[in-house]
């Protein structure tokens, strides 16, 4: 018997607005100009937060923050695609999605200054705390968009990792499951090119991240994660079909990590000047902002404004963080157990008395 191919693999890649300004009208999600407009005002008020919570960091007011910068397409594509009932599954580098879906900003800097506080959400709003262990966020976006099917809700749960997390077993565990037991999960690969100082090449000698998802079963597909329309058509198509029963989807957005991996590294150590000269030349924003002005839909004087109601904003989260009462010591001895062992209470009653002297 001949040997006979039985399976083979191709990965679609999806641009729709180059970084030269070309547009692919016959891809063109259908968007009114407003919206437009509006998906980069978001755009810039995630690069302004983030800007924020950097000088933040440099004043010794924030433990530490690690960077969006350069992502903001992915995060701003993916939220407009969601609805109301889907659940968001972040990593720890989504800040902008996690506001987007009603995370007050206040609560993500407290989160990043070292307050648990800032992981507990408004009631209603279908966001899971960061995850910080890598790749571990993966799993819970399995097991949600499970739930979410056996419910019979038509929502879809969205869960980010980046380039890095796809070496994690979770990673190959929930996409797994997820293909098996056809759940109702969005995967999100933020493929920012670097995993610390790990580069992408190093990570897998896959040519895609997208085709992982082929040996779970599940589609995988490619875009450019700096063209915000390529994202939004994207996770619109995936996160339909997974609310609608077609089963869970992978989708690598290809973008760049600007910053630094964290405000604790400096990444000028081990990456050269001339490849973030070349990824500078890919930032979403001005990349959009020159489809808007080609357009005559923006201007200078609209982002005057656009920047100056984005810090008044931004100043108002950090107004609410230092607003925010001390934190309960005793809350170190909550939460672990359902009702608590002697030992722990005792060092409860100690540490009240010592704090009410
Ligand atoms: C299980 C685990 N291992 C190691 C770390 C330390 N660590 C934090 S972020 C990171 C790299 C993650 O890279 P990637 O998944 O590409 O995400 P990015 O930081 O680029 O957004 C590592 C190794 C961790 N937090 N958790
Ligand atoms: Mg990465």
């Given at each position: 018997?001949?040997?006979?191919?039985?399976?083979?693999?191709?990965v679609?890649?999806?641009?729709?607005?180059?970084?030269?300004?070309?547009?692919?009208?016959?891809?063109?999600?259908?968007?009114?100009?407003?919206?437009?407009?509006?998906?980069?005002?978001?755009?810039?008020?995630?690069?302004?937060?983030?800007?924020?919570?950097?000088?933040?960091?440099?004043?010794?007011?924030?433990?530490?923050?690690?960077?969006?910068?350069?992502?903001?397409?992915?995060?701003?594509?993916?939220?407009?695609?969601?609805?109301?009932?889907?659940?968001?599954?972040?990593?720890?580098?989504?800040?902008?999605?996690?506001?987007?879906?009603?995370?007050?900003?206040?609560?993500?800097?407290?989160?990043?200054?070292?307050?648990?506080?800032?992981?507990?959400?408004?009631?209603?709003?279908?966001?899971?705390?960061?995850?910080?262990?890598?790749?571990?966020?993966?799993?819970?976006?399995?097991?949600?968009?499970?739930?979410?099917?056996?419910?019979?809700?038509?929502?879809?749960?969205?869960?980010?990792?980046?380039?890095?997390?796809?070496?994690?077993?979770?990673?190959?565990?929930?996409?797994?499951?997820?293909?098996?037991?056809?759940?109702?999960?969005?995967?999100?690969?933020?493929?920012?090119?670097?995993?610390?100082?790990?580069?992408r090449e190093?990570?897998t000698s896959s040519p895609t991240l997208a085709q992982?998802?082929?040996?779970?079963?599940?589609?995988?597909?490619q875009?450019?994660?700096?063209?915000?329309?390529?994202?939004?058509?994207?996770?619109?198509?995936?996160?339909?079909?997974?609310?609608?029963?077609?089963?869970?989807?992978?989708?690598?957005?290809?973008?760049?990590?600007?910053?630094?991996?964290?405000?604790?590294?400096?990444?000028?150590?081990?990456?050269?000047?001339?490849?973030?000269?070349?990824?500078?030349?890919?930032?979403?924003?001005?990349?959009?902002?020159?489809?808007?002005?080609?357009?005559?839909?923006?201007?200078?004087?609209?982002?005057?404004?656009?920047?100056?109601?984005?810090?008044?904003?931004?100043?108002?989260?950090?107004?609410?963080?230092?607003?925010?009462?001390?934190?309960?010591?005793?809350?170190?001895?909550?939460?672990?157990?359902?009702?608590?062992?002697?030992?722990?209470?005792?060092?409860?009653?100690?540490?009240?008395?010592?704090?009410?002297?």
């Open positions: 018997m001949p040997r006979k191919p039985i399976h083979s693999c191709t679609e890649r999806l641009e729709i607005l180059g970084p030269d300004g070309a547009l692919d009208a016959s891809l063109m999600p259908d968007l009114d100009e407003a919206t437009i407009v509006e998906l980069y005002r978001t755009m810039v008020r995630m690069r302004v937060f983030d800007d924020k919570a950097v000088k933040l960091q440099r004043q010794g007011r924030m433990g530490t923050w690690a960077q969006l910068k350069g992502q903001e397409a992915v995060q701003a594509g993916v939220a407009h695609a969601m609805i109301e009932d889907d659940w968001l599954i972040p990593a720890f580098r989504e800040h902008g999605l996690m506001f987007l879906r009603g995370v007050p900003g206040h609560l993500i800097y407290a989160y990043w200054a070292g307050d648990e506080r800032g992981a507990s959400f408004p009631e209603g709003v279908r966001c899971l705390p960061i995850a910080v262990p890598v790749g571990s966020q993966f799993t819970h976006g399995s097991g949600i968009g499970l739930s979410l099917k056996l419910r019979g809700e038509h929502a879809a749960a969205v869960t980010f990792g980046g380039d890095g997390a796809t070496s994690e077993g979770d990673f190959h565990e929930a996409l797994n499951f997820a293909g098996v037991f056809d759940t109702n999960t969005v995967f999100i690969i933020q493929n920012n090119q670097w995993a610390i100082s790990m580069p190093r990570q992982k998802a082929d040996a779970y079963g599940i589609p995988g597909l875009v450019d994660g700096n063209d915000v329309f390529a994202v939004y058509v994207a996770a619109t198509e995936a996160l339909e079909r997974a609310r609608s029963g077609g089963g869970p989807s992978l989708i690598e957005a290809v973008t760049y990590r600007l910053g630094d991996h964290t405000t604790a590294d400096d990444a000028s150590r081990y990456r050269t000047g001339e490849e973030l000269a070349h990824w500078q030349e890919q930032d979403p924003i001005p990349r959009l902002r020159r489809y808007l002005e080609e357009r005559n839909l923006w201007d200078d004087e609209r982002e005057r404004t656009l920047e100056e109601d984005a810090a008044k904003w931004v100043a108002a989260e950090v107004d609410a963080m230092n607003a925010m009462p001390p934190p309960d010591p005793g809350d170190i001895f909550r939460y672990m157990y359902a009702s608590m062992p002697p030992a722990l209470a005792g060092q409860l009653a100690g540490l009240t008395q010592e704090v009410d002297r």
